[in-house]
């Protein structure tokens, strides 16, 4: 299973009587590419945060990769999430300050894999993500927003993660930039074997998953 | 990479981040500048006199001696017989004596009465000896040599007539001005009161206070040859003494001290310096903390520019986070550009004090006699250094701090 969600809660610290999210059982499976849709304000990201261990749940098993989230300390998770798992978001995808080879890179510090060989295979992520040469040294800010979500693929890919978290990466392109953003990302996770959870409300993108999830069916919300 | 990223950040805040590092400069200017001048300054007072073993004078206190035989402030309590002088300085372990006469003045600068072997034997700083700026030293009766604040401040030159007033106030009304003296000499700056004095002949004093009436009268009436078989004078005020060996220094002190004649005291003057400065200690440490406080300022206000930009950075540290960095991870980063500023602040601040002292440095010398030296990384100049770093990881906890609890509780 790459994901094995059972009893699962989660309520903030500071504000512990308002459950935000409540899942009874709910898994995937390797290989899968999830969409999950539902209205803002659901609970989506929090979803997320607790599957890629940013958050940990009040109660219950988190197990991602047949690892137990839930029994790791904060440090341990950091450093799965670094090895495991890659996350694209809506947007700022990249730290603005850095050109696109050096956040390839930095995200490359954070891996168990370290400091070995990374820019060969950041110059081949980037050029199959149809980044030109020429803007891999530019400051990501002065790149465009199609331009900065798939440079944000080849981040989240430069681990080589099992299990990649996005979290509607393409609501802010248009749809020339969205299919073209869809379609790279799709080739490369089906070359590599990879589980996908995407969150979106743009149910026009479920073609491309093989399973289609409504957060209300997954958790069950006591308001 | 780490390093990379912290300069990267700082970068994409240049505005504030030069600002700050521009406060961090001047805070360490001050700093090293202050350092460096209270060095020089307890480095040239102790070095006023070197050379002399042992000062003597009536019975006094030894600081009283020391001030008014050296840095000619205060009024000696008495003086000593010309025999007493000639009694210890012909003794078999003296190897020269400089007599001093003190007690006449000129435009508010202190006249010395005393012998050639002043300009042969007194030296100063690391035993460097009195140098002439221009001309030679006196050799007849009405001849006087100036220090070099003393010319530069009067406008004299070799050749100059001055006349000596009684008393030290620059409008005494007993002057002896039928005896004008002829400037012969002018000495190079050493930093020390020498620069503030008038040197004349023992004797020339004795014949101004005679009125004359010993040498041939006139305006040129040193004329003459050098004289040698002068009237001796009764009294001298002080005398420096250096002995042929350093062995014998306690054994001659103890000596003078129970000289049989009359009341007489010997100090050492590096003891009696360093007893002085001891007094000026809190001056130092006033400087001190005008400097620390100064560099507080600097620190904190590093502190509160970097905590305004924790609050900016909110997408950025839930990026990092998502990527895999951990809360300890951000807070070293905020220490890190901390840690950035201040070394590029030592750096501009020590270099900008460096190029001032190289620029400023012969004018402090010679209008202050404070010989500003650039070697500016002394060990205790490191250790303040170490101790700069210290407070800025200090005051960079706040906002490292802030990040690192931001880092935790993503929401």
């Known amino acids: ?223 | 990479m780490f390093l990379r990223v912290a300069v990267r950040s700082l970068l994409s805040r240049k505005g504030s981040a030069i600002m700050t590092l521009m406060a961090i400069s001047v805070a360490i200017f001050v700093l090293l500048g202050i350092e460096q001048i209270r060095q020089q300054a307890r480095d040239s007072f102790a070095s006023t006199v070197s050379g002399v073993d042992l000062i003597v004078g009536a019975k006094t206190g030894s600081l009283n001696l020391l001030l008014y035989s050296v840095f000619r402030i205060g009024s000696p309590t008495d003086n000593i017989s010309w025999q007493a002088y000639r009694d210890i300085a012909d003794s078999d372990d003296i190897a020269w004596a400089i007599p001093i006469s003190l007690g006449d003045s000129h435009e508010g600068y202190r006249v010395v009465g005393t012998t050639q072997a002043f300009f042969e034997h007194f030296s100063f700083g690391k035993k460097r000896n009195l140098a002439f700026f221009e001309g030679e030293a006196f050799e007849r009766t009405f001849d006087a040599v100036l220090g070099s604040e003393v010319a530069s401040a009067l406008g004299y030159s070799v050749g100059t007539e001055i006349i000596l007033a009684h008393g030290l106030a620059s409008t005494s009304f007993t002057k002896h001005d039928n005896q004008p003296f002829v400037v012969v000499g002018i000495l190079a700056p050493t930093g020390t009161p020498v620069d503030q004095t008038i040197h004349v002949r023992l004797e020339g004093i004795e014949a101004m206070h005679a009125g004359g009436s010993t040498v041939p009268i006139g305006a040129f009436a040193p004329a003459n040859a050098p004289d040698t078989d002068f009237s001796e004078p009764d009294s001298i005020t002080a005398f420096m003494l250096g002995l042929k060996s350093r062995m014998s220094t306690f054994n001659v002190q103890r000596q003078i001290n129970q000289f049989a004649g009359e009341p007489l005291m010997a100090i050492l003057p590096g003891v009696a310096l360093s007893e002085l400065w001891q007094m000026m200690s809190m001056f130092e440490n006033v400087l001190r903390l005008i400097s620390a406080l100064v560099l507080l300022a600097a620190v904190l206000g590093m502190g509160a520019v970097l905590l305004a930009s924790i609050r900016e950075r909110r997408q950025e540290i839930h990026l990092l986070r998502m990527m895999g960095a951990s809360p300890f991870y951000l807070f070293c980063l905020v220490e890190m550009e901390a840690v950035i500023l201040c070394l590029l602040g030592m750096l501009l601040g020590g270099v900008s004090l460096y190029a001032a002292l190289s620029m400023v440095g012969d004018a402090v010398f010679s209008r202050f006699g404070l010989y500003l030296d650039a070697a500016l990384l002394t060990p205790e100049a490191a250790l303040m250094l170490g101790a700069v770093l210290l407070a800025t990881l200090a005051a960079a906890a706040a906002p490292s701090l802030k990040m690192y609890t931001s880092a935790r509780n993503i929401t």
């Open chain 1, 1 to 223: 299973m790459a994901v094995q969600l059972t009893g699962v809660q989660f309520s903030y610290e500071n504000d512990s009587q308002r459950q935000l999210l409540d899942i009874e059982q709910w898994g995937v499976e390797r290989g899968e590419r999830v969409l999950i849709h539902g209205p803002s304000g659901a609970g989506k990201t929090t979803l997320l945060n607790i599957m890629s261990g940013l958050l940990a749940c009040t109660r219950g098993n988190v197990s991602v990769l047949d690892q137990r989230l839930d029994q790791m300390s904060g440090k341990q998770r950091d450093q799965f999430r670094a090895n495991n798992i890659g996350c694209v978001f809506q947007r700022f995808n990249l730290i603005p300050y850095l050109n696109a080879i050096d956040n390839i890179g930095l995200a490359r510090t954070f891996s168990a894999g370290g400091s070995v060989q990374w820019r060969d295979e950041a110059s081949a992520l980037l050029s199959t993500l149809r980044i030109e040469q020429s803007d891999w040294v530019k400051p990501t800010s002065n790149l465009s927003m199609g331009q900065q979500q798939r440079v944000a693929i080849a981040r989240a890919l430069i681990n080589s993660p099992l299990l990649l978290i996005a979290d509607e990466p393409t609501s802010s392109l248009d749809s020339e930039n969205r299919d073209n953003f869809l379609s790279l990302l799709m080739e490369l996770i089906g070359s590599r074997d990879m589980t996908l959870i995407f969150v979106s409300h743009d149910m026009a993108l479920a073609e491309h998953f093989t399973r289609l999830e409504a957060l209300s069916d997954i958790a069950r919300r006591p308001c």
